[in-house]
């Protein structure tokens, strides 16, 4: 069975500080993956996606993701982070045709200190 | 906004009670999923639904249930609450039932058992 891990429960970063929030995920064959935001009340938000091609994601708000097969990661990444990136973040592997459900992480809460 | 609605948003109940969580799909998707946020269990897949149909069963205790209507919202049943049920339950949908399709998620119901 697919699982992940989200080995960082909280992390605070600075603004304008750069960020790399950690996944690694379980999975027998190739995996799809996903990084979703929840912000304080608010359902969950698709930051990225990755499926094939490319092992480098881009998302909105800036984010973007490195998919590292070697490694089973798939780390989550943005430059320069603004206060309103404040937030739960939460990385999901899919599952087999038939079963499309998504496993998550436990999910790693993101401070913003100015 | 996703898209997606749940109603309601807030939910208070007791004990040995049941309700029931309504949720409409973006316009146009099929696949409905339900899962279930706990501070202890995460976010955990419960059920899935396709155009009307059971799909795929996760983690859901034999009290609850679910349905998908032919106008493609969908209910999730909750019977002999116990303590232990409250949670924040999301609704999400996505096009078709493919692995590569997005899930959308609602703002989500929060329920608590008391």
């Known amino acids: 069975a697919q699982s992940v891990t989200q080995p960082d429960i909280h992390i605070t970063v600075s603004e304008g500080a750069s960020l790399e929030l950690r996944c690694n995920y379980s999975?027998?064959?190739?995996?799809?993956l996903f990084w979703y935001v929840q912000s304080p009340g608010q359902g969950l938000q698709l930051l990225l996606k990755?499926?094939?091609?490319?092992?480098l994601v881009q998302g909105i708000k800036g984010f973007e993701a490195e998919f590292k097969r070697s490694q089973s990661s798939f780390n989550l990444r943005k430059p320069s982070v603004h206060w309103s990136d404040a937030a739960e973040y939460f990385c999901?592997?899919?599952?087999?045709?038939?079963?499309?459900?998504?496993?998550f992480g436990t999910g790693t809460r993101l401070t913003i200190i100015p | 906004d996703s898209g997606v609605t749940q109603t309601p948003k807030h939910l208070i109940t007791a004990t040995g009670q049941r309700v029931t969580l309504r949720c409409s799909p973006r316009s146009g998707d099929l696949s409905v999923y339900w899962y279930q946020q706990s501070l202890d269990q995460g976010l955990q897949f419960l059920i899935q639904y396709y155009n009307g149909e059971e799909r795929a069963k996760g983690n859901i205790l034999e009290r609850f249930s679910a349905q998908q209507f032919p106008d493609l919202h969908s209910e999730l049943n909750l019977s002999s609450l116990e303590l232990g049920d409250s949670a924040l339950y999301f609704c999400?949908?996505?096009?078709?039932?493919?692995?590569?399709?997005?899930?959308?998620f609602g703002p989500g119901t929060r329920l608590t058992v008391l």
């Open positions: 999400a949908s996505s096009a078709l039932a493919g692995r590569t399709d997005t899930q959308y």
């Open positions: 990755y499926f094939s091609g490319d092992t």
């Open positions: 999975y027998g064959a190739t995996p799809y």
């Open positions: 999901a592997v899919g599952a087999d045709f038939g079963n499309e459900k998504l496993t």
